[in-house]
């Protein structure tokens, strides 16, 4: 075939490309489209066209009824559970709609939900530098975040020229978010502080790391966190009430340091001893050569890690219910025993699931493009 | 050179003992202990003084009261009059089964969908990735209600029981499923069993050396697959099949005989195995793609059958690389049991760490109980995988 | 071995003032195992030194113990009129004025080849940065690589990043320089440009020790070979001399078998 072609064009015409540079030939019609694309990935063995077969039987039996119950079928206003179940038998969405402020603010008073919004758009100024590397004004948005949680505490909580809002008030998303982000940004500090300590040649402060640590990923988060409601307030001084809310972000963030502190350890390994070795014969002390050398290099090359504890960290905050506090599945169980909406437990769990997938993806997303990322920005 | 040291500017003595590397260290070393030393004693001052004030003390003999409240799902003998102590220990027990039996399913699927995962087949490929990513990223605890509703909503009533050919009947109460009941004739088959089991290990280290002296290979897998179940179950209809099996019938409002399983014994056991398995589904996908393609081919172009390839070379190396990560998984579905208290499957959270705080006001007491419990498992799982870790390197050189 | 002796002392002599590093026979152990024993040596301001021997010999524990990479257990060390002992502000005072080249270059991958030469300037000497980007530009132009400021090591040859590593060690403005087989981890075309640089530095009067077993850069830039082997020093000599007229069999066999290769 390709012989022909070649003695066809070379007798009757002289070629119309540089000799030497013969142009790709375009690839054999068969092993491109959509047909030979079917016949590779799906149909290429008796045992593929099975798999074939029973994953698509699998999503014929699944994909129908459930796009049935969750859209089709589905009810998105209506009075209470009854008037939905008038116009359709899939979900009743109306029951989320109505309960929508109250998922977003759990029982934050209304005139100060704007509090609850400014931090979150200040949030979100804060969040753009660290993601993006590009961002015009990079380093002072870098201040700015490090700022924002206390910022965002004050706003939350008030005080100093705001009215308080007493925390048994916060509820709904913005208690995840609030967990998430006190957990998110303090525990790397701490993981840091606990995996140098667990790297460093004085006995004692590695002992005591070591240990702390160990302890932190035996248990479970809710065990610490019913330390933290039951038996906390025993070690402290007499009198004092500490807040709950803040006994829980306590707790939380000294648990994901415990595994913060792993991530980065394997950091610091990974780290050549050469390194290590320059900074000492140039004159650096501990502090500058970790600040400086080790410490970048250790953090970029866990970032992969420490982005997946932090989303096991925001999942984890969905344990807050347990010891009473109300985050969207504490505000959704509350609701479920409203006469007028009971039974709609799918519907609550699914659209907390939904606002958990979509955070925790992203997430996840981000983390595998900046790893690309770093992979191709400068070899090593 | 006696000048040149002596031109060093005179320090002081504190400068000097700071300066020095091996004082420094000390010193450094003994603020540190004095500092948490100071923390943990004002938090135990403060513990003592304040128990005092609400006039308690730390005892650990309400373990001997009785403990008057119900448990539904236990293996050893559990009345509402038995102790606190007993009620601890069905809750370790209850812990302990919910982590053998999610082990043992999310490792099975977890490698199913690593494999999946891996497959060329686009559609079957895409569902698991879905799955994963679906997975992966709700918190268990959601998962967890999710499948209980599903089970307590979904599933009928005793009375219109969904009937499994007339031995296993599904409902929303749990799923009835005939008992065994164990004759003497059957603990011949069990010895049986036993000694497959202590002939193959035997013979697998006598495969092996035959093998190494004189390069003739036994079919160790089929010998000794048929010296465990194989000679055990001839056995087992030779004697008549000894185990009776009671089936479970409705008597008024439920069923009565046989085994239940718990509806939240199951929720508990599908979501956490579900996801579970999601993250063992990618260590086992990245752990084979580590092992290097090339070395499949080095081994083909040996003239190594596939099987062999990947029994010998694929799957011992990608173990390596899968198992540290499997164990920390394995850590975490112990953990994660945990989360049975928001559905009210009694493991020891709920137990001692639940009712019987509640119940007794001892918080100090239950906590430290519960934490050193999960402590002592951990460090279990931990040891034992490292000494498996150990073996598999050992092995491999 | 008498031989050895005989210059050193003669040395002391001669240059009592001038003697930058002094080491006293000094041993090291690593545990168990005696890897320096009974090392002395003096090196006189400017003195090229280069040091040689069979792998395993100690050689690079050797200038380690210089600039205290490694302890020594007894014996002293003494480097610019300080002694190393566990005083870690004479520790700093000398490895400010030690540089340290290394045999797989070492530089900081996360820094720009310029971070990488004002990194100790600024956080060492305290220098304000204009002037040690200023300083650290002129020395880059002296191992002929400005263009390459703003890039990473990791898109530099080997050669390049070699030549950093020495405009970095440079940028300390140190009086003493320790090389570590620098050209060992070099292809044979990248070797040439770094001796050269080497060359350029040692005709500038900075006091140079080196482990290299480059026999032409011996010949041409040192004052003085040492030969180490099983942790001691077997023999120090001229080039011209060590080279034709060596005097311990070890030497011998040594030479034998590198100029052969
Ligand atoms: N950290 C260490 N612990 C124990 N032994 C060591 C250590 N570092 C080096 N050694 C041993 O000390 C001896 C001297 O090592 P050194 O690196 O100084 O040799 P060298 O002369 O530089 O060899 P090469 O030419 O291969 O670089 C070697 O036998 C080596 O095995
Ligand atoms: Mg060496």
């Known amino acids: 075939m390709e012989k022909n072609n070649l003695s066809a064009t070379g007798s009757t015409m002289k070629p119309d490309y540089v000799i030497g540079e013969h142009p790709d030939l375009p690839p054999p019609s068969n092993t491109i489209g959509p047909i030979a694309w079917i016949r590779d990935n799906l149909l290429s063995s008796p045992a593929n066209i099975?798999?074939?077969?029973?994953?698509?039987?699998?999503?014929?039996?699944?994909?129908?009824?459930?796009?049935?119950?969750?859209f089709f079928d589905a009810a998105f206003v209506g009075e209470d559970r009854n008037a939905c179940r008038a116009v359709a038998d899939g979900a009743c969405w109306a029951f989320i709609s109505e309960r929508f402020k109250l998922f977003t603010y759990g029982f934050y008073p209304i005139e100060n939900r704007w509090r609850v919004d400014l931090s979150f758009v200040l949030l979100v100024i804060a969040v753009i530098p660290i993601l993006f590397d590009k961002t015009p004004f990079r380093k002072y948005g870098l201040w700015f975040a490090m700022v924002f949680p206390f910022i965002a505490g004050w706003l939350l909580v008030g005080g100093f020229g705001l009215d308080p809002v007493p925390t048994e008030k916060f509820g709904g998303f913005m208690l995840t978010l609030v967990v998430g982000i006190t957990g998110i940004a303090f525990s790397l500090p701490l993981g840091i502080l606990l995996a140098l300590g667990r790297q460093s040649n004085l006995p004692i402060i590695k002992v005591f790391c070591v240990s702390f640590i160990e302890f932190i990923r035996g248990v479970p988060l809710i065990t610490l966190l019913f330390v933290a409601s039951t038996m906390l307030s025993y070690f402290l001084p007499p009198g004092t009430n500490f807040d709950l809310l803040l006994r829980v972000l306590i707790m939380v963030t000294l648990f994901s340091a415990g595994y913060m502190a792993e991530v980065i350890r394997g950091g610091l390994q990974a780290i050549p001893k050469g390194q290590f070795e320059a900074s000492d014969a140039m004159g650096l002390k501990y502090w500058p050569s970790m600040r400086l050398i080790v410490l970048p290099q250790a953090l970029k090359i866990s970032i992969p890690g420490i982005v997946n504890t932090f989303i096991g960290l925001y999942k984890d905050t969905t344990l807050v219910i347990i010891i009473g506090l109300l985050d969207p599945l504490g505000i959704g169980r509350a609701s479920l025993s409203d006469t007028k909406w009971t039974g709609l437990s799918n519907e609550v769990y699914l659209f907390v699931a939904l606002f958990f997938f979509v955070s925790c993806f992203a997430m996840s997303r981000y983390s595998l493009y900046l790893e690309n990322k770093l992979q191709t920005e400068h070899r090593r | 050179m006696s000048e040149t040291t002596l031109s060093q500017p005179q320090r002081n003595i504190v400068s000097r003992l700071w300066n020095d590397k091996e004082t420094r260290s000390i010193i450094i070393q003994i603020i540190a202990f004095a500092a948490i030393f100071a923390l943990f004693f004002y938090m135990v001052r403060n513990a003592v003084i304040n128990l005092e004030a609400i006039g308690k003390d730390i005892s650990f003999d309400f373990l001997w009261q009785p403990a008057s409240y119900d448990i539904s799902q236990s293996l050893v003998e559990y009345t509402s009059r038995s102790s606190h102590f007993t009620a601890m220990i069905v809750g370790i027990i209850n812990t302990l089964l919910i982590a053998v039996f999610g082990i043992l399913l999310s490792t099975v699927l977890g490698f199913l969908l690593g494999v999946l995962r891996l497959s060329k087949n686009w559609v079957t490929n895409k569902l698991a990735y879905v799955y994963?990513?679906?997975?992966?990223?709700?918190?268990?605890?959601?998962?967890?209600?999710?499948?209980?509703?599903?089970?307590?909503h979904a599933l009928p009533l005793p009375k219109n029981a969904i009937n499994v050919s007339d031995a296993a009947f599904l409902t929303n109460r749990g799923f009835f499923l005939p008992s065994p009941e164990i004759q003497p004739l059957f603990?011949?088959?069990?010895?049986?069993f036993v000694m497959g089991i202590i002939f193959s290990i035997w013979f697998r280290s006598y495969a092996k050396r035959v093998q190494d002296e004189t390069g003739k290979y036994y079919p160790v897998f089929w010998i000794s697959l048929s010296a465990i179940m194989g000679f055990p179950l001839i056995m087992y209809f030779l004697l008549g099949s000894p185990i009776d099996w009671q089936i479970p019938e409705l008597k008024g409002f439920n069923y009565k005989g046989g085994m239940v399983i718990r509806p939240e014994f199951i929720a508990l056991w599908i979501a956490l195995s579900c996801y579970t398995a999601a993250f063992i589904g990618e260590i086992v996908r990245s752990g084979i793609t580590a092992v290097s393609w090339g070395q499949t081919e080095a081994a083909s172009a040996l003239g190594v059958s596939r099987g062999r390839t990947l029994s010998l070379v694929v799957i011992p190396q990608a173990l390596r690389i899968i198992i540290p990560p499997l164990t920390s998984q394995y850590l975490n579905i112990t953990k994660n049991s945990s989360l049975a208290i928001a559905i009210g499957y009694m493991d020891i959270v709920a137990t001692i760490g639940g009712i019987s705080l509640n119940q007794t006001g001892r918080e100090m007491e239950c906590m430290t109980i519960v934490l050193l419990l999960y402590l002592t498992f951990s460090l279990l799982i931990s040891a034992f995988m490292n000494w498996y870790n150990k073996r598999i390197k050992l092995t491999e050189r | 071995m008498s031989n050895s002796t005989q210059i050193g002392t003669e040395q002391m002599n001669t240059d009592q003032d001038n003697i930058v590093i002094r080491i006293n026979q000094m041993h090291k152990w690593y545990g168990q195992f005696h890897v320096l024993k009974d090392i002395n040596l003096d090196v006189t301001r400017g003195e090229k030194i280069v040091i040689c021997g069979p792998s395993g010999s100690g050689k690079s524990t050797m200038i380690r113990c210089i600039n205290r990479l490694e302890e020594h257990q007894k014996g002293d060390i003494i480097v610019d009129g300080t002694e190393l002992t566990?005083?870690?502000?004479?520790?700093?005072?000398?490895?400010?004025?030690?540089?340290?080249?290394?045999?797989?270059?070492?530089?900081?991958?996360?820094?720009?080849?310029?971070?990488?030469?004002?990194?100790?300037?600024?956080?060492?000497?305290?220098?304000?940065?204009?002037e040690a980007e200023e300083i650290a530009m002129q020395y880059l132009e002296r191992v002929k690589i400005p263009d390459q400021a703003n890039k990473f090591p990791g898109q530099l040859s080997g050669g390049q990043q070699q030549r950093v590593a020495i405009a970095r060690s440079l940028c300390m403005k140190p009086r003493i320089m320790l090389f570590d087989e620098p050209t060992s981890a070099l292809d044979p075309e990248m070797i040439k440009e770094v001796l050269d640089v080497m060359i350029e530095l040692a005709s500038e009067g900075i006091t140079m020790l080196c482990v290299t077993h480059e026999m032409g850069f011996a010949k041409t830039v040192a004052d003085r070979v040492i030969f180490m082997d099983g942790g001691e020093i077997i023999e120090e000599n001229v080039p011209q001399e060590f080279f034709d007229n060596p005097q311990h069999e070890r030497t011998k066999l040594f030479l034998s078998q590198i100029l052969n290769h």
Not at chain 1, 60 to 67: A, D, F, V
Not at chain 3, 87 to 97: H, S
Not at chain 3, 99 to 127: D, S
Request: charge should be positive.
């Open chain 1, 50 to 70: 099975v798999m074939t077969i029973l994953s698509i039987f699998f999503l014929y039996k699944i994909l129908p009824p459930s796009l049935d119950w969750m």
């Open chain 2, 132 to 152: 994963i990513e679906y997975t992966r990223n709700v918190p268990v605890l959601l998962h967890i209600l999710l499948i209980h509703g599903l089970i307590v």
């Open chain 2, 187 to 192: 603990w011949f088959v069990l010895a049986l």
């Open chain 3, 86 to 130: 566990n005083d870690l502000k004479n520790i700093e005072a000398v490895r400010r004025e030690v540089g340290m080249v290394f045999q797989h270059f070492n530089l900081f991958p996360h820094l720009t080849v310029l971070e990488n030469c004002t990194l100790a300037p600024i956080w060492v000497r305290k220098t304000p940065r204009l």
